[in-house]
């Protein structure tokens, strides 16, 4: 019988626990050099030791407890051309499912153990080279928490029937109904907002537009006082959860977009947002929160691991009409 939507949603919950325990484990065992030794360089990105634990598990996973029923097309770095149709030997138009994992969204933070990495995961109707992120029909993505933290969260979404979220005990294996929802504020003041620019290479011109859209929207900050906040937080999933949770009031990253001036100093431009790093933002879309590209429209980048995709989101539409104009000016006035 084909796997439908119910059976992927309850499977791809139990397979992203089976790595967040995984990864934690291994956590736990290995030291922090360990973890950070580089396993292979990609085109897209590094891979570190910590990649391997989780990566291994998938492709045995969708293999036995997908594929055997439903032919998929799974999408993934480390895969050869990074995508694997399976059960091998079928034709890729004939796969029922699209799926794109990213098996540690924020291995940064985590292999060091700063700050919790996600497991995530879109699945969409197979449309060929054409699907894109607004094809995913389902999104779950789950918290790899630090090794001394025991509480983390798992949050899906089924595209037009909301989100839901849950907080798990990963030492008791209890779970509670978790409420999500994005901030309510009608301003960035006194909240977090950010651009991203999490690595050298043309930090300096993010930070001057991160700048000009505080200076236009809140004006100078009085003395002594800080009238916004901001969190370089490496993992596009963990930005999309801040949204989510009310954490953040905006957050965009603007990283493709500066190619051009860097190509004017002679630069190349360094690592990127991809589509399977944001393979989960139906899940943000479904609470409310808005996520746009640099221009305001719907993400629409194709499932694969090589795009490079700018993203943008507000927490509400009241903080988009704040921002949304000043940001477009900021880039319109460096020809972005």
């Not at 407890?65 to 034709?91: C, F, Q, R």
């Not at 949050?155 to 849950?166: D, L, N």
């Not at 999933?237 to 990253?253: I, P």
């Amino acid at each position: 019988m084909a796997v439908g939507i119910k059976q992927l949603l309850n499977a791809i919950i139990a397979l992203q626990a089976h790595i967040r325990d995984a990864v934690v484990a291994a956590c736990e065992t290995a030291s922090l050099e360990q973890m950070a030794s580089i396993a292979q360089e990609e085109a897209g990105d590094t891979i570190y030791a910590i990649d391997r634990v989780s990566e291994e598990l998938l492709v045995d996973f969708f293999t036995q407890e997908i594929a055997s029923h439903t032919p998929i097309v799974l999408i993934a770095e480390g895969l050869p051309g990074g995508k694997l149709v399976l059960p091998e030997g079928t034709p890729e138009e004939t796969a029922r499912w699209r799926i794109i994992v990213d098996p540690i969204d924020g291995t940064r933070g985590l292999m060091y153990q700063k700050r919790s990495g996600w497991i995530l995961t879109g699945v969409a109707p197979n449309k060929g080279q054409q699907t894109n992120l607004q094809d995913i029909e389902l999104a779950i993505q789950t918290e790899i928490p630090l090794v001394k933290q025991h509480l983390c969260d798992v949050v899906w979404a089924v595209r037009g029937q909301g989100a839901q979220a849950e907080r798990v005990n990963r030492l008791t294996r209890e779970t509670a109904p978790l409420p999500l929802h994005p901030s309510r504020a009608k301003t960035i003041a006194h909240g977090f907002a950010a651009i991203s620019r999490f690595f050298p290479g043309a930090r300096e011109i993010l930070a001057a537009i991160d700048e000009e859209i505080v200076l236009a929207a809140l004006g100078p900050a009085a003395p002594g006082k800080a009238h916004c906040f901001e969190d370089q937080y490496i993992c596009s999933g963990g930005q999309l959860y801040e949204l989510m949770s009310g954490h953040d009031r905006f957050c965009a990253d603007l990283r493709p977009l500066l190619e051009p001036l860097l190509a004017q100093k002679g630069q190349a431009l360094g690592i990127c947002c991809h589509p399977y790093d944001l393979c989960t933002e139906l899940i943000a879309r479904e609470m409310g929160v808005l996520v746009t590209d640099e221009r305001g429209r719907p993400l629409t980048a194709p499932l694969d691991v090589e795009s490079d995709v700018t993203w943008v989101g507000y927490a509400n539409p009241a903080i988009r009409a704040q921002i949304e104009p000043h940001l477009q000016a900021a880039l319109l006035k460096r020809g972005l």
